[in-house]
């Protein structure tokens, strides 16, 4: 697991206690429409994706996240979706550090590169059709992958409003 200089400061402060990550993730997708999935050291599939850095904007980590991983230069084009706060996004890494993941997943177009994987946390890259994609290691809704899906993933539940004042708001006058 590669970590960055800001993550590794606050894991010597808080040990392995769980850590809420901004990150962002890449669907990267080939003429085919297949999406691309990184296989990790720890055997299990996932998007390309990887933590914020302080001070980096979201669409600027994922261009940076996508290349130290797969090689591939690319342009993010629009938000798939935000996902986070459920226990699908919480994850132990092997060494004990816990970790729960705010995610912004971006769709993203390859302008350049060279598919290859950059990093020790990568062991294979492949792309699969969506009917073909392995389970993922955070569970974004397998709707998100399909080649038809053009709106923004944000998980939302009505009980979140409260009581009836929030839903009979009116502007003042």
């Known amino acids: 697991m590669s970590i960055s200089a800001y993550l590794s400061g606050l894991r010597d402060r808080v040990g392995h206690h769980l850590l809420m990550v901004p990150s962002v993730a890449a669907v990267i997708r080939n003429p085919e429409g297949e999406v691309l999935l990184q296989r990790t050291a720890s055997g299990a599939w996932s998007l390309p994706a990887g933590a914020i850095d ?11 996240e996508v290349r130290e991983e797969t090689g591939l230069h690319v342009r993010p084009r629009r938000i798939v979706g935000v996902f986070g706060g459920n226990p699908g996004f919480r994850y132990t890494y092997s060494n004990g550090d816990e970790v729960e993941y705010f995610c912004v997943m971006f769709d993203c177009e390859v302008l350049g590169g060279t ?40 998980q939302w539940n009505d009980y979140w409003l409260g009581g009836n004042e929030a839903r009979s708001f009116q502007p003042a006058p």
């Open 54 to 64: 302080p001070g980096e904007a979201p669409a600027q980590a994922v261009v940076r």
């Open 115 to 154: 598919l290859l994987a950059q990093d020790d946390e990568t062991i294979e890259l492949r792309f699969f059709p969506f009917q073909e994609m392995p389970p993922l290691g955070l569970s974004y809704p397998r709707a998100v992958f399909s080649p038809s899906y053009q709106e923004s993933y944000f």
